[in-house]
């Protein structure tokens, strides 16, 4: 492979050895495409802590932004300068707006009050698990890795239970429009779209609920900023409220059902985990690097910077893989073997600099906890089907079913 190509399928359905042959051939590189590429671990980590590096496309230039087919991106472009910018996520911004949007919501996520989450996340955990116990083959996407962050962080937005399973269809969309414009359909556009309209008119009218009955919770508390002063606009205030749930579980799930699928392919792995406890953080962090549930994020250059001998210039854009990172070898011995006591893990799983992601303690309690109870109340977790299928998303990389059967 001499360039990074996304449209290639197998960026989704196996990767690793993708990920390996470019980082090992071609580890910064130009595409025919119009953008850079980076692969190793070192260079990846460097441009996330560039300042150098923006996550805002505003910042690139029309002339050296990527050749993509179509004119989606340019009808974007000016909707965005058309409506002053604030309908954009936090994710998409740099300083000053990310570090105010972002610490409205980041007092939601501390350790503490992650920590105060554990008896209801194992609940959820174990109310999923005894359905399926002894019970014949399960789609643990579907009843375990989808179901429980989405309890969770609906039960942090206090967002109805009845209206859960309403955005199964909607967020997934969401998940798929963040790959490449030019990887998606005519349909996959619509369906992003719509998806968009779906969650703005669903925020909107709770928006208005919560404002006549405001409660303790993290949507009461954006909308309490909103309307305190000038610290979040209308605008702002839909994009977090939408952010917040469709990357409060997304990315979960992902992390979730890949962790499932490594330990019920690694039955000594299963086996020493169910019976250590003590091993549950290092193979959480494990879990993380080789599932990498975002596989790839994107930069557009303020300042011209150098990696490898490459002058990557001042509006460019460039494709981090974070997936390629996570299995570098001069990072990580036997990168491609599953090793739950790897003590030293400097992966990327959740990025790093000031865009690591706001939800990673989170994500590792939902991650643990619905893993520890699983082993604990079994005996055994294995495959229905070896034939196992993902989704076609290559950033937001995921499992689209995965049939199992656990014994107890």
């Not at 109310?127 to 579907?142: C, K, N, S, Y």
């Not at 300042?303 to 460019?316: A, F, W």
């Not at 073997?337 to 990025?351: D, Q, V």
Request: overall charge negative; charged content about 30%.
């Amino acid at each position: 492979m001499n360039y990074y190509d996304p449209a290639d399928p197998r960026w989704s359905t196996d990767p690793g050895p993708l990920f390996d042959e470019i980082r090992e051939s071609a580890p910064v590189h130009f595409t025919p495409g119009g953008y850079w590429v980076v692969a190793r671990h070192a260079d990846c980590l460097a441009l996330l802590r560039s300042r150098d590096a923006s996550a805002d496309s505003l910042n690139l230039d029309e002339a050296k932004r990527p050749r993509l087919r179509g004119t989606r991106r340019d009808e974007q472009l000016a909707m965005i300068r058309a409506t002053g910018n604030d309908t954009r996520p936090f994710l998409f911004r740099d300083p000053p707006d990310h570090t105010r949007l972002r610490g409205l919501v980041q007092r939601a996520f501390t350790p503490r009050r992650v920590h105060e989450l554990t008896p209801f996340v194992r609940v959820k955990a174990r109310e999923a698990i005894e359905r399926h116990l002894d019970d014949g083959p399960f789609d643990a996407v579907e009843e375990l890795a989808w179901s429980l962050p989405v309890s969770v962080i609906c039960e942090m937005l206090a967002i109805p239970k009845e209206d859960h399973q309403k955005f199964h269809a909607e967020s997934a969309m969401l998940a798929r429009g963040l790959d490449p414009d030019f990887l998606l359909s005519d349909d996959d556009h619509a369906a992003r779209d719509a998806a968009i309209l779906y969650f703005g008119v669903y925020f909107h009218e709770l928006f208005a609920e919560r404002r006549r009955h405001p409660g303790d919770d993290l949507l009461s508390a954006l909308i309490s900023a909103r309307d305190s002063g000038d610290q979040l606009s209308e605008g702002e205030l839909l994009s977090t409220a939408i952010l917040i749930l469709v990357a409060g579980h997304e990315t979960t799930m992902n992390l979730i059902s890949g962790s499932l699928l490594l330990l019920a392919r690694n039955e000594r792995a299963q086996s020493e985990l169910r019976h250590d406890p003590s091993l549950d953080r290092t193979a959480t962090e494990e879990m993380l690097r080789m599932v990498s549930p975002v596989q790839l994020t994107g930069r557009s250059m303020v300042n011209d910077v150098e990696l490898d001998g490459n002058v990557i210039e001042k509006g460019s854009f460039v494709f981090v893989l974070l997936g390629a990172a996570n299995r570098d070898p001069d990072v990580f011995e036997r990168p491609t073997e599953l090793n739950i006591r790897r003590e030293l893990n400097p992966h990327l799983g959740f990025g790093f600099g000031l865009h690591h992601c706001l939800g990673a303690p989170l994500a590792r309690l939902e991650s643990s906890v619905a893993i520890r109870e699983l082993l604990d109340a079994t005996t055994s977790i294995s495959l229905h089907d070896e034939r196992v299928r993902y989704r076609p998303n290559i950033v937001l990389r995921g499992l689209e079913s995965l049939s199992i059967s656990i014994r107890s």
